[in-house]
């Protein structure tokens, strides 16, 4: 149940996150969920994309950083309270969140949310014994 | 204000025959008391007794920077620790500084030559002089301080920063003349005038400003904006620390006190000793120093020397402005920093790529130091408060060892330019006029 994301190295500076877009596009990959998260200096791009592997080598030869890492996919109701439940029952367990974000499928009625944790084996234990919704990783590559 | 007539107005022939009898003494003593100068010699094929006059100064061999450190830290001393009263140093290269020692009669001299830099600079014992030199191993603070006492002024020892508070001392206890680096007096000017305190109304009438090379259109800036006349003072801790020479009120080239320290410039290339009003290398040797004396003392420092008589008096040969540098030193807030030794600290941290810059500028007129670093694979991490801790961690390490504030900036690979040769590590975006 465990996502791969995709993580760039990112100086601030016009037309970088261009570049990325432009080199995956070009090869065919496709974006299912991004967040980009930025200091004054340098940003770190945060991505899901169809063809993991394909989209590190593109990335890599184009000269840029990039890292995998297991986040957790989770379908959220999207409805008032929905991402509440969910929270809780990470907070339950005292689990710690790095990271997240969301976005919201168009064929479904669910949001999905992507979160980063230190320990994700209990992360998931904790969602699933709450009767939380946690994607699989062909779930996500093929939303 | 001449200081002391008899020495700074001495008739330059006089002036030769105590240098030479001076220089004598001073190789003799290095030849019996410290064994790096002995070998040089002996390597030279020099004995003391081939010295006779200043003449004879070009069969000497030269000092250099790295004498110092490899016979760190007192190796070079002429005299036991028992007889050393204050140690001095400059800022490390990688890790280790150059250390340097006074007796109490070299504290003496000291005093004395900044109790003329100070008389220089037009204050005498009626003056208040607020020092915002920083106190410490750096020998501005204490080297002012000791001058300013000796010629019979009130000092206010209150240290470099905190600029508020030296605009409310100057304002309060009316000092009359500062003393501090050039672009530190041009930062207190700017935040006085941000306060509303015009410092020109104020007792302020004189400013010593040294440490760091500086320009007639930076003297001009302060100069109108503190409604002070602004003086260049020189200065290493090799030599003695401040006090090697100073400006007079002409502004016409620094008083070199050359009873005391004897300049030569010379080709950096060929080391041929070049003739006046020509620029090279400066080079000096001490003739009074016991605790540390100096031989050919290589400054690295490029100036020239003149020997046209001064209109205020003093007879002393004149050196001009520090126009650069013959190494890669650069000189950041009045502190050496040489690019190795940012390298050495990079290099310790696993996982960054060897390529850096440094970046020198001037921001709100104090300089600004940051260190580009290039990030890998390795110390990459998808969390921005990692890279955060990475730059805050290389800032402290950095910053430890220059003593100097410094902001990490984290780049993509290869995005610092390489290089045919030699590698560009410092990118120099201070006016240069």
């Not at chain 1, 689990?95 to 949310?113: H, L, P, Q, R």
């Not at chain 2, 019979?152 to 240290?159: D, F, K, L, N, Y």
């Not at chain 2, 090379?213 to 620390?241: F, H, N």
């Not at chain 2, 650069?324 to 996982?351: A, H, K, W, Y």
């Amino acid at each position: 149940m465990k996502v791969k994301q995709l993580s760039i190295f990112l100086e601030n500076q016009s037309g970088r996150l261009a570049e990325v877009a432009g080199a995956l596009g070009s090869e065919g990959i496709n974006i299912r969920a991004l967040s980009l998260a930025d200091t004054s200096g340098f940003g770190i791009l945060r991505l899901i994309v169809n063809d993991i592997a394909k989209a590190r080598k593109v990335l890599q030869d184009k000269g840029f950083i990039v890292k995998e890492t297991d986040v957790i996919a989770v379908e959220v109701p999207d409805c008032p309270g929905g991402l509440a439940s969910v929270l809780n029952a990470l907070a339950a367990e005292k689990i710690n969140i790095e990271y997240m974000y969301a976005f919201v499928e168009k064929s479904s009625k669910d949001a999905i949310v992507i979160f980063r944790i230190e320990n994700i084996d209990e992360g998931i234990r904790a969602l699933l014994s709450k009767g939380i919704n946690v994607l699989t990783a062909e779930q996500v590559y093929a939303l | 204000m001449i200081w002391n007539k008899e020495a700074e107005c001495m008739p330059v022939e006089q002036r030769r025959e105590l240098q030479s009898a001076l220089l004598q003494k001073t190789v003799r003593r290095c030849y019996e008391k410290v064994p790096v100068y002995r070998k040089k010699f002996d390597e030279a094929g020099i004995k003391p007794e081939d010295i006779r006059s200043v003449d004879d100064i070009k069969y000497l061999p030269f000092t250099t920077r790295e004498d110092l450190i490899e016979n760190y830290p007192f190796g070079m001393f002429a005299v036991p620790m028992e007889e050393i009263v204050r140690i001095h140093s400059s800022s490390g290269t990688t890790g280790k500084p150059k250390v340097v020692g006074y007796t109490k009669n070299d504290i003496n001299v000291w005093a004395e030559v900044m109790a003329r830099t100070i008389g220089c600079g037009g204050a005498g014992k009626n003056d208040i002089v607020q020092n915002a030199y920083g106190y410490g191993l750096f020998t501005g603070g204490l080297g002012i301080h000791y001058g300013a006492e000796k010629i019979g002024a009130t000092v206010i020892p209150i240290s470099g920063g905190n600029t508020k508070r030296q605009i409310m001392v100057m304002q309060d206890f009316g000092s009359t003349m500062l003393a501090c680096t050039p672009s530190y007096a041009l930062y207190i000017a700017d935040t006085a005038a941000e306060m509303g305190v015009d410092i020109r109304k104020l007792p302020l009438k004189y400013g010593i400003f040294g440490a760091e090379p500086w320009t007639d259109s930076l003297r001009k800036e302060i100069e109108e904006k503190m409604g002070i006349r602004a003086t260049d003072i020189y200065g290493l801790s090799e030599i003695i620390g401040p006090g090697v020479s100073s400006e007079c009120e002409v502004q016409n080239g620094l008083h070199v006190f050359d009873d005391h320290f004897l300049p030569e410039v010379i080709d950096p290339n060929t080391l041929e000793v070049l003739p006046p009003n020509t620029p090279g290398e400066l080079v000096f040797t001490s003739l009074t120093k016991e605790a540390f004396p100096i031989i050919r003392y290589r400054t690295r420092d490029l100036s020239m020397l003149m020997i046209d008589p001064c209109p205020c008096g003093r007879t002393h040969f004149r050196m001009g402005r520090i126009t650069g540098r013959t190494d890669d030193m650069l000189i950041i807030r009045g502190v050496n920093v040489f690019p190795s030794q940012i390298e050495s600290v990079l290099l310790g941290v696993e996982g960054i790529a060897p390529h850096y810059l440094i970046v020198v500028d001037r921001v709100d007129s104090l300089d600004s130091l940051e260190v580009w670093v290039e990030v890998s694979e390795k110390v990459f991490s998808d969390e921005i408060k990692v890279l955060e801790a990475l730059e805050k961690r290389i800032e402290r390490e950095i910053e430890s060892v220059l003593g100097l504030s410094v902001a990490v900036r984290l780049k993509e690979p290869k995005t610092i330019e390489r290089s045919e040769g030699k590698a560009k590590r410092v990118l120099d975006k201070r006016p240069k006029t």
